[in-house]
């Protein structure tokens, strides 16, 4: 978007300030420290409020050209952009994100993020009805991962248009598989008889980042894409069943249009999804690789560090209630660099390893349990030929190990010193029902309407340990409303609920980010926590503060701070949300402004300022 036509917010700006001192008032001296900000009230304001001290800027929405130099075409208002112009401009719906620096400087770098799902009824002008091909290719442009590069300028971040970085890749993108799982009998399809090639990423929702340099892309809910004639339900699997790719029930009629999507003619093509896809940001002719060892699930997070000894550590989450949360770890060590002769040299080092599940003990310990076919009973005779069907059904595997199954484990964040792993767990209002798993010691709410957050330390400080102990940082949600076992690490913490996203910045501060669901938002148990929003923690002192609300509907997702931490970086998914399988009229026209119904809520990157130039969450 123009410099001309990019705004900033209303509540960055005097609005905040009148919000939070009185019409005249001067903004407040810059408070240096951790958490020195003036922390935002809960509200239901559309708009994005940040503290006095701050600034927020919209970069990247949804529509705006991506930078590629061939071809820039402008947002459509009336959503009448084409299925080609959406394969070069942002996608719907941004999540996770991280900022590349390009040359080691921080006022210029590429940012990189995942485009989660779409919302038909804004994505094309007539709406849902009646689908079509170019509908079918529409939405599965508007998935997958933006590389945009951006700017400090004196007014301002700003996106570099064109860029020899800028590229989109989406549902149709021409990928490789690589790993234990490829070329195997479960990854062959009629179009790819080989195993080891396949078209397209989606449902992109968490990240990771490598030591080489690389971006990690996470598909999430690749499930609600394939179907088919409800007819074939019947004839679905244990395992696809397990995955929900199941005929019948897809969220979208893919399959009409685009075979691959038909379990009943192809439904190996599903086991090609749910998959980590390692991205290289700075080259964009090379090809996205689907990455086969660290098991197949509606996967969340592809969190990095590395063992004492050198090799890689990756924690990865199964966005789902009753799910594991998983551990990677390579076999070799990672070689020094970020540079493009570093990336070659570790090009294949998440194709071999050993992938666990975890076990949250009652008495605070816990282990990793191996996932490898001969061992801890998964082997032929509980249904896995090899290794790589362990891996494509990787959560029937976890079943035989004895993981525990979690409150929907979301992104997972490594501390930078400490080396403590931190997760978030959403909510799961199943746990206790009849027929379902009751409470435990690491999920201890019945009904658990809030979620929380849980972390654990490894055993030695070493990532490649098989034991560690845990604890809850925080049970999350209103502590006023009756019987709900909240528990935060300080008295003064501000409260939350069903928290989602989760990033380190350099200095340690725990940024903190929530995902209630549109209908919830403001009712009930959700009533006194306002819209969306992000919290910045300091795990020293237990102390949270609220530095940043949402516009109505949307969810908060997508951290990323620069090095030198004057800048970050966050995404505004869905504004306008009121209905979660999205038939709802939008109550929001975030960004563009106006009054609701006036313009299409368009999901966008935010960067945020201190006024002062300062640290940001001083």
């Not at 394939?226 to 699997?237: C, N, Q, V």
């Not at 929380?452 to 055993?459: Q, Y």
Request: hydrophobic share 35%.
């Amino acid at each position: 978007m123009p410099l001309a036509r990019r705004h900033f917010l209303q509540s960055g700006a005097a609005a905040a300030v009148v919000a939070f001192l009185g019409e005249g008032c001067a903004l407040p001296r810059a408070v240096d420290g951790r958490l020195g900000f003036t922390a935002v009230p809960a509200t239901l304001r559309d708009a994005v409020t940040v503290p006095p001290e701050y600034e927020a800027q919209v970069l990247y929405p949804w529509g705006t050209p991506t930078g590629i130099a061939s071809s820039m075409p402008a947002f459509a208002p009336d959503a009448s952009n084409s299925a080609a112009d959406q394969a070069v401009q942002a996608g719907m719906h941004h999540d996770g994100m991280h900022f590349f620096a390009l040359d080691g400087r921080t006022d210029r770098g590429l940012l990189v993020m995942n485009h989660e799902y779409t919302d038909e009824r804004l994505l094309h002008a007539e709406g849902l009805t009646p689908w079509t091909e170019e509908k079918t290719r529409k939405s599965l442009h508007a998935m997958g991962v933006s590389v945009i590069e951006v700017e400090l300028t004196s007014a301002g971040w700003r996106q570099v248009l064109p860029s020899r970085y800028a590229r989109r890749i989406h549902g149709t993108t021409a990928m490789r598989i690589a790993g234990p799982a490829a070329g195997t009998p479960l990854m062959r399809t009629a179009a790819n008889p080989g195993g080891d090639r396949v078209f397209g990423t989606f449902a992109n929702c968490a990240m990771g980042v490598t030591p080489w340099g690389t971006y990690l892309s996470c598909e999430e809910n690749f499930h609600g894409y394939f179907g088919g004639p409800k007819e074939a339900a019947s004839r679905a699997t244990p395992a696809q069943r397990r995955y929900g790719t199941v005929s019948g029930s897809q969220w979208l009629d893919y399959w009409r249009f685009d075979e691959r999507f038909d379990l009943s003619r192809h439904p190996n093509e599903a086991h090609r999804f749910g998959w980590v896809v390692e991205i290289d940001p700075f080259d964009p002719g090379s090809t996205p690789v689907k990455r086969t060892a660290l098991g197949r699930k509606r996967q969340e997070s592809a969190t990095c560090t590395r063992t004492r000894d050198g090799r890689l550590a990756v924690y990865m989450g199964d966005d789902s209630a009753f799910e594991y949360i998983y551990k990677f770890v390579s076999r070799d060590k990672v070689l020094p660099g970020s540079d493009a002769a570093a990336r070659a040299a570790n090009r294949h080092l998440l194709d071999e390893g050993t992938l666990y599940v975890a076990r949250y003990d009652a008495d605070g310990r816990g282990q990793w349990l191996e996932l490898r076919h001969g061992h801890h009973g998964v082997d032929t005779a509980s249904g896995f030929a090899d290794q790589a069907e362990v891996l494509v059904h990787a959560r029937l595997a976890g079943d035989i190990v004895g993981g525990t199954k979690m409150d929907r484990p979301e992104w997972i964040a490594v501390h930078p010193e400490s080396g403590e792993v931190y997760v978030t767990l959403t909510h799961n209002t199943r746990r206790g029902a009849p027929g379902m798993p009751g409470a435990d010691a690491a999920n201890p709410r019945a009904n658990n309407l809030f979620g929380g957050i849980l972390r654990w330390r490894e055993d030695g400080q070493d990532a490649a340990s098989t034991t560690f102990a845990w604890d809850h940082f925080a049970l999350a949600g209103d502590p006023k409303w009756p019987d709900a076992g909240v528990r935060y690490p300080s008295d003064d913490a501000d409260a939350f609920g069903n928290p989602d996203g989760l990033r380190f910045d350099s200095g340690g501060l725990l940024w903190v980010q929530t995902d209630m669901a549109g209908p919830a938002i403001g009712k009930g148990p959700m009533a006194a926590l306002g819209n969306n929003q992000m919290l910045c923690a300091d795990p020293a002192t237990g102390r949270i503060k609220r530095f940043l609300v949402g516009p109505n509907g949307c969810e908060i997702t997508g951290c990323t701070v620069t090095l030198d931490r004057r800048s970050l970086f966050v995404n505004i998914q869905h504004p306008g949300e009121t209905r979660e399988d999205g038939s709802g009229t939008p109550n929001s026209a975030w960004p563009d402004g106006g009054a609701v119904g006036s313009a299409r809520p368009r999901s966008s990157t935010v960067a945020v300022r201190r006024r002062d130039g300062g640290i940001v969450g001083s």
